[in-house]
């Protein structure tokens, strides 16, 4: 980067930084080649685009209802009130229009569809009810879908509310329309704001950059199960593939379900899941399976003989290119690098570490760390409300993406350390309880303070023991829990039995006896 690119790009970031967050600013410059005046103005009006109602929507609480009240806009000039309305019913191949400032928030990229932009693995459907349900207010929409992650669930609509929900937007019932409404071709291109969600969706279940994903995307004819099967192609070929018994076993078991997949492919999904995402593993396949079903009824449906009209021989020479056995990766278009792959052999526990010493500091630094994350989710909705599909905008949303990425591991880490630590202090030599922790992490500690145990018991024959004398999980009978029901329990006691332990269920609490025979 030579000097007068740098002197230029300090210029546009001492401009815009207490409006805009620097790291967008970087990464919206470095679409342009500054030393060029022309190229400078843009960079620059696009900041300028960006920036121009910053103000009026922090004082509005990102709500489009506060922001076109009379209340914010009486302080506007009457001139630039003219240019925002009008600008912002510009789009992509379509003429600008004016419109009046009580219509003003129906030009803004919708709620629902920023939310589905920064929540891409949620219904769409799903995330407007949610909207709805808050009250219109995406910010308490944003925190109540992280909970729902953070449990390692995914919010849905309630029971027979799907067939007749429909959302703000206006999306009309394919009911009412089915005679008119066809499908829409799967040979056209996607759309700019498709292409993200797809890439976003793959990227957190395969816990990947976006940027690598986004190439192999392309080469892969837009197609999430093609570009899946692309990356488990390769890992399989490199070796990347679940090899303890626990996972082994749990493959055995998805393959039952899903019988349209190759059985190679199920140790290979397990491993290069994303361990963020209790269901990850499960998504993967189901698109796996649905894309092999659909396969093959196509075959099925076009089979037909192939009529040729001329023989077909062999040539005389086959033309034989010789290629070193590492060269697959970077011969093979749509393939996966080996830089993009090496993280998988990488354990997880490496890198989500956590040096708290007690549970007030592990909790504490989850509670920022997560507050962070949140703020990212945020300021991502607050740049896709704007987007309209922009292509420059639409970039600066993956940059805040990418940072609430970068916070879910390390606080995973801390919450993970709170509940080790939590445990660790009522933990007796027989017995431990469960109480306060997330499921997930209360399915983590009973099987490895189950299996300490045992280890433990140096003396016993290892087949059976005396119930009384058995370890004890202490889960809850669920009083406090929605439905009066525990939400550990059911998850520990089956965790348990699948590790090959065997349980007794008690009331609020289950006794591991011994190892099944």
Same mark, same amino acid.
């Given at each position: ?18 409006? #805009? ?23 620059? %009006? ?13 004082? $509005? ?12 806009? !009486?302080?506007? !000039? ?12 510009? &789009? ?11 219509? $003003? ?17 949620? !219904?769409?459907?799903? #995330? ?62 996607? &759309? ?5 969600? !797809? #890439?976003? %969706? ?31 192609? /390769? ?71 192939? &009529? #040729?009209?001329? +023989? ?13 056995? +590492? ?100 933990? /007796? ?74 349980? /007794? ?13």
């Amino acid at each position: 980067m030579s000097e007068s690119h740098k002197r230029k790009l300090s210029l546009l970031v001492d401009e815009f930084r207490s409006l #805009i967050d620097e790291a967008l600013i970087v990464s919206i410059a470095s679409d342009f080649n500054l030393q060029k005046p022309k190229q400078f103005q843009k960079a620059k %009006h696009t900041l300028l685009e960006i920036s121009q109602n910053v103000d009026l929507e922090e004082a $509005s609480g990102f709500s489009p209802d506060a922001f076109g009240s009379a209340n914010f806009l !009486d302080n506007v !000039d009457t001139a630039s009130q003219t240019m925002s309305h009008a600008s912002r019913y510009k &789009s992509l191949g379509e003429s600008t229009l004016t419109s009046s400032p009580s219509t $003003s928030s129906d030009s803004e990229f919708g709620d629902s569809q920023a939310l589905a932009s920064v929540f891409p693995s949620i !219904d769409p459907k799903a #995330i407007s009810h949610m909207l709805v349900k808050c009250g219109g207010n995406p910010d308490q929409a944003i925190d109540e879908l992280i909970r729902y992650e953070e449990r390692g669930e995914n919010y849905t609509l309630p029971r027979a509310i799907d067939d007749f929900f429909q959302p703000e937007d206006g999306d009309i019932s394919p009911r009412r329309n089915k005679n008119k409404k066809k499908k829409t071709d799967p040979s056209l291109p996607k &759309s700019e704001a498709e292409r993200l969600d !797809d #890439i976003m %969706h793959l990227s957190s279940l395969l816990d990947c950059p976006i940027e690598e994903l986004d190439q192999l995307y392309n080469d892969n004819q837009q197609s999430q199960a093609l570009t899946l099967i692309s990356i488990l192609e /390769t890992s399989k070929e490199l070796g990347i593939e679940a090899k303890d018994p626990a996972r082994l076993e749990m493959a055995k078991a998805f393959e039952q379900e899903h019988k349209h997949i190759p059985p190679d492919y199920f140790p290979v999904v397990l491993q290069v899941c994303s361990p963020h995402i209790s269901d990850s593993s499960k998504q993967l396949l189901t698109l796996l399976n649905k894309h092999y079903q659909k396969s093959k009824a196509q075959k099925h449906k076009h089979k037909q003989k192939l &009529s #040729i009209s001329y +023989n077909l021989a062999p040539k005389e020479t086959p033309e034989i290119i010789e290629q070193p056995a +590492n060269s697959l990766l970077h011969t093979k278009r749509g393939a996966p690098s080996a830089q993009f792959l090496s993280t998988w052999n990488e354990p997880t526990a490496s890198i989500n570490s956590c040096a708290a010493t007690t549970y007030q500091e592990a909790k504490k630094m989850s509670n920022e760390l997560h507050e962070k994350r949140i703020q990212a989710l945020r300021d991502a909705f607050k740049l896709a409300r704007r987007s309209k599909g922009q292509p420059l905008l639409r970039s600066g949303i993956v940059v805040y993406l990418e940072r609430a990425k970068s916070y879910e591991a390390p606080a995973s880490a801390a919450m993970s350390r709170a509940a080790d630590l939590l445990v660790s202090k009522g933990r /007796t030599q027989y017995k431990i309880d469960l109480h306060g922790v997330t499921v997930d992490n209360a399915v983590r500690i009973a099987v490895e303070e189950t299996r300490k145990w045992w280890q433990q018991e140096q003396t016993r024959t290892r087949i059976t023991c005396d119930p009384s004398q058995g370890f004890t999980i202490v889960t809850g009978k669920g009083l406090h829990s929605v439905g009066g029901q525990s939400r550990i329990r059911g998850p520990v006691i089956s965790a348990l039995q699948a590790d090959g332990w065997t349980v /007794t269920p008690e009331a609020g609490m289950c006794t591991v006896i011994g190892r099944k025979r």
